[in-house]
């Protein structure tokens, strides 16, 4: 039964994408799509208090301020780039070097370090299985950064990227973000790098494009509607790879950071408002 | 269920004001119809019944069924008889009860 | 004919996602028949049009989460107020959304809500006044299912 529903699957995947693909023709009717859809979308939105991402908010605050871990202490001695325990703004000016780990992190790759090196945590149990499934909620580590990033609500994307590290890391994330690879040959690029792409009825930013980018980074930690959890940034660009057919990426790695940096420069000086709600 | 839900209260009311009561629990509200990755079925946990007392009486009740997303948001009215502690319960399949009292001031 | 060809192609691309996502198999039970649950709620009383409104999208992204806010009007007053509201799914595998329940005390018998669709359908709302009569209305929605193992 499994093999036919799967089948199934595969052939409407075949079909959708080939509806999608027809563009001019369908065009009006694509729009009153969208219009109909904006208003599912805005009533889902008009009340940010109501977003259940805001249920992790508050767990990852009361996460952070707790004592935890073999060592027993809180992660408010957690410097995030403004001195220990400095929260707000700290997630808008992420990704930075570190000199302590003598390596550029984003949010939820600098949590790690702190997780394992104050509160003394087993880095192999935390890189294990880090990412929610469908229907779970999200993890300690997700919880944590999508407070952190909540703290930077209002301000823009602002890290600097100029500490010669960070540029590194910056054109590592350029270089991959274009770099066709993978069982399908596929890169980021592929399918976002134009604008006005789809896939089925999910529309598709195109990053390279600081004017969309900075629309849509901002809205990352995300409440996914369609797997009832939050997803975070390193969640997303995981997922992204597994559609892709890619190495599955491993939480905080080089690899994430230097995606997650090319987005943000590209998405730099626009505005966070987490956490955003998606499908 | 161990989170810690979010109400919603108007800061300061007048006696008589007709105030919007928010409140959002999580809870995955498993239908007992979806799958796992290797194909069982997950068992059914639902959260019931949600009760909102104030001043120890029952303003407001809800049954919530499969129908209802996970993550239960529900908003609901309530006129302000005076100053008074609020009440929210949440029972779920099982007997789990998270509760939650707030105290409403008038000015 | 493109646009017509293209319009069938991608209905029953929907068709065939809507069995992707799957009438799932209740467990154990058989899902009771919509007509017994209305019975339950509303008894043998002939429900009547208006007072309510039902704010619902005509597309819902997807069926997971669908916002909603049932209003009724009513003086909401002791002996002339709302009792409860019922609201159904019939498509879904079980029916029932929920079924909100009010006192005087409520003053305004409005619910906001998120209700959980399988497939588009025409939601039904019950309302059970203090004096027996039963007002019912209803609204399509449309359920893209945005995902099936992608």
């Keep these: ?279 | ?107 | 004919m493109t646009n017509r060809r293209n319009l069938i192609m991608g209905l029953s691309a929907l068709a065939a996602w809507t069995r992707c996502a799957g009438t799932a198999e209740a467990q154990g039970l058989p899902p009771p028949a919509v007509e017994s649950v209305v019975k339950t709620l509303v008894g043998d009383a002939t429900p009547i049009g208006g007072r309510i409104s039902l704010d619902l999208p005509e597309i819902a992204e997807n069926g997971n989460t669908v916002p909603y806010t049932v209003r009724v009007e009513s003086p909401m007053i002791d002996g002339d107020y709302v009792k409860a509201v019922h609201l159904l799914a019939p498509a879904n595998p079980h029916p029932r959304i929920g079924s909100f329940f009010f006192t005087p005390q409520s003053a305004k018998a409005s619910i906001s809500s998120r209700m959980r669709l399988a497939q588009s359908q025409e939601v039904v709302v019950y309302a059970e006044m203090s004096n027996g009569a039963i007002y019912t209305a209803k609204r399509s929605v449309k359920v893209t299912i945005g995902g099936c193992g992608g």
Excluded at chain 1, 71 to 84: A, F, R, T, Y
Excluded at chain 1, 115 to 134: C, I, Y
Excluded at chain 1, 247 to 262: N, Q, R, T
Excluded at chain 2, 17 to 22: L, N, P, T, V, Y
Aim: hydrophobic fraction near 40%; charged fraction near 25%.
């Design chain 1, 1 to 279: 039964m499994k093999n036919i529903r799967n089948k199934a699957c595969a052939a409407a995947l075949v079909l959708t994408s080939a509806f999608a693909d027809t563009g001019q023709t369908q065009q009006s009717g694509n729009e009153s799509i969208e219009r109909e859809l904006d208003t599912y979308r805005s009533m889902m939105k008009s009340d940010p208090w109501s977003n259940p991402a805001m249920l992790d908010v508050d767990r990852g605050e009361a996460l952070w301020k707790t004592p935890a871990g073999p060592n027993n202490v809180s992660l408010e001695q957690c410097d995030l780039g403004l001195g220990p325990g400095k929260v707000d703004g700290a997630f808008a000016m992420l990704p930075r070097y570190f000199t302590d780990a003598d390596r550029v992190m984003d949010v939820e790759a600098r949590l790690l370090w702190c997780m394992e090196n104050l509160q003394g945590f087993d880095r192999v149990k935390l890189l294990t299985r880090p990412h929610p499934s469908a229907g779970m909620p999200v993890k300690d580590l997700g919880a944590i950064a999508t407070y952190l990033a909540y703290r930077s609500n209002g301000r823009s994307f602002s890290a600097p990227f100029s500490h010669p590290k960070e540029k590194a890391v910056l054109a590592l994330g350029e270089t991959l973000f274009f770099h066709r690879t993978g069982p399908m040959d596929f890169a980021c690029s592929t399918c976002h790098g134009e604008s006005g792409k789809r896939i089925r009825l999910q529309s598709l930013p195109f990053f390279s494009k600081p004017q969309e980018a900075r629309k849509i980074l901002g809205e990352w930690p995300a409440y996914r509607v369609s797997t009832a959890h939050v997803m975070t940034m390193q969640h997303r660009i995981y997922d992204c790879f597994w559609q892709m057919r890619l190495p599955e990426v491993e939480l905080g790695s080089d690899v994430s950071i230097a995606l997650i940096s090319y987005l943000v420069k590209q998405a730099d000086g626009g505005e966070i408002k987490i956490p955003g709600m998606k499908r």
């Design chain 2, 1 to 107: 269920m161990s989170a810690k839900p979010r109400i919603r209260l108007p800061d300061s009311v007048t006696i008589g004001e007709i105030i919007e009561i928010k409140t959002l629990m999580a809870h995955p509200m498993e239908t007992g119809a979806r799958r796992n990755a290797d194909g069982t079925l997950v068992p059914r946990l639902l959260l019931h019944t949600f009760e909102a007392k104030f001043q120890g009486k029952e303003v407001f009740r809800a049954a919530l069924h499969t129908g209802t997303a996970a993550n239960p948001f529900i908003s609901f009215f309530m006129k302000v008889p005076g100053p008074g502690e609020f009440e929210f319960i949440w029972i779920e399949d099982g007997g789990g009860r998270t509760i939650e009292r707030k105290t409403l001031k008038t000015t």
